[in-house]
């Protein structure tokens, strides 16, 4: 049923901040937004509903999450609190191979209410879309298990769900070589052929895959019509964000190590550069350079990285604010970054902004000031979630 939302205090779209605004949504996509006073004769007639003198934003888009994962890496999280770093749990066989193990024994079901819980507090947070990715099941089975399990939290849950192949740690009991040529030629076929994602990703970095082995991956998922992403500069300067730009992926992301010629590269493409503000500070790297990589032209985007071991991170909101404080990004770009640009790294140019023709997917702020939920940290002052127009229950 046709909408109009009325009595918005203001409203960030996010590139255009309109005040005393008026929201018009149709097949749950909006058909107009403005100034009230400005609202067309044509949307009078539409049933209204007031929205309370309350602010709207554009509903958040995470666009890097590892949300399906079993077991419990809170010992891990307790040693690197005493000083051992990430690397050495990893490369001892630990952190991601810790996962892998607890992955690989739980069933879909269990993996399925475990991510479902997870995906209900984002809601709370006022995420509306969420890129999911695979990785912690590593053998063919296992991948497409917790693939399977994305495919069931977007049939039965009011958010969207981007689903993602990655490709991210070479499994203990095999060789190089093997785990490449059965992910290559068997896992990224089968994919595409059942339909389970919508682009590959790789962990291009010490203790992961290499550049030449990113490169043949991303040959596979592009000869797939696959698109492409990249955890890349993370751990090590790899020169995976320049490989992925000149390829045509969709984004790089972490970038902790990137450099102006990486910049160059992302912004000549419009690859979208990714900061993973919670995984840079959890484990004290140097956060990303995002005031210089945002002028030097890179859409910048901000997601939260969640996953059980570098990133237990919620909340889209503190990554943004963490984009803000140690980025150097102003709050109204760290609203893009988590909205509009995030929505690119996914290919979605119908959500994460308040355009005609998008996605009607907003939250209400409790106030009528929009920066609230930036201003207060560990505060959420969200009043209401709308997805496609249709408010959601905080408890679905
Ligand atoms: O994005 N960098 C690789 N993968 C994840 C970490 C996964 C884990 O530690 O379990 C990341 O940071
Ligand atoms: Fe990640």
Redesign the pocket.
């Known amino acids: 049923m046709p909408l109009v939302f009325t009595n918005i205090s203001e409203v960030y779209t996010p590139m255009q901040r309109i005040t005393g605004a008026a929201l018009a949504v149709k097949d749950s996509r909006v058909a107009w937004l403005g100034s009230g006073p400005n609202l067309p004769d044509l949307y009078r007639s539409w049933p209204q509903q007031d929205i309370g003198n309350r602010a709207v934003l554009p509903g958040l888009v995470d666009s ?1 999450t ?1 949300l399906v ?1 079993a077991g419990s ?1 809170v010992d891990e999280y307790r040693r690197r609190a005493k000083g051992s770093s ?1 690397e050495e749990i ?1 490369s001892s066989g630990g ?2 191979y810790n ?1 892998v193990t607890a992955t690989q024994k739980a069933s879909e079901d269990e993996l399925y209410e475990l991510a479902r819980e997870r995906a209900k507090i984002f809601l709370r947070g006022g995420v509306t879309t969420l890129e999911l990715k695979s ?2 099941g590593l053998e063919a089975e296992h991948e497409l298990k917790m693939l399977k399990v994305i495919r069931r939290l977007k049939e039965t849950l009011p958010q969207r769900f981007v689903p993602t192949l990655l490709a ?1 740690v070479i499994p203990h009991n095999w060789s190089r070589q093997s785990y490449l040529e059965m992910f290559s030629t068997e896992l990224i076929p089968e994919v595409k052929r059942l339909g389970l994602a919508e682009a590959v990703d790789v ?1 291009c ?1 010490q203790g ?1 895959f290499s550049l030449a082995e990113t490169k043949r991956i991303f040959e596979t998922a592009l000869e797939h019509g696959l698109k492409i992403k990249v ?1 890349a500069e ?1 751990l090590k300067h790899s020169g995976a964000s320049k490989l992925v730009a000149e390829m045509g992926g969709l984004s790089a ?2 970038l902790e190590q990137s450099t102006l010629d990486d910049w160059q590269a992302l912004a000549k493409s419009g690859t979208v550069g990714t900061a ?1 503000p919670g ?1 840079t500070v959890i484990l004290k790297k140097p956060f990303p350079k995002l005031r210089a990589m945002w002028d030097a032209g890179v859409k910048v985007a901000v997601a939260t ?1 969640h ?5 237990p991170l919620y909340s889209m909101f503190l990554a943004m604010q963490l984009a803000i404080a140690l980025g150097g990004l102003s709050a109204e770009e760290a609203l893009i970054a988590g909205s509009k640009h995030s929505a690119e790294a996914l290919a979605k140019s119908d959500l994460g902004t308040l355009k005609p023709g998008a996605k009607a997917d907003f939250i209400v702020i409790e106030g009528t000031d929009a920066m609230l939920p930036l201003y207060g940290w560990g505060y959420q002052p969200i009043h209401a979630v709308y997805i496609g127009g249709n408010k959601i229950s905080a408890s679905t």
């Open positions: 890097h590892h994962w890496r990430y990893l952190g991601i996962t990785g912690y991210h962990f970095d992961a955890h993370q992301d972490h993973l995984a990285d996953n059980p071991g570098s990133s």
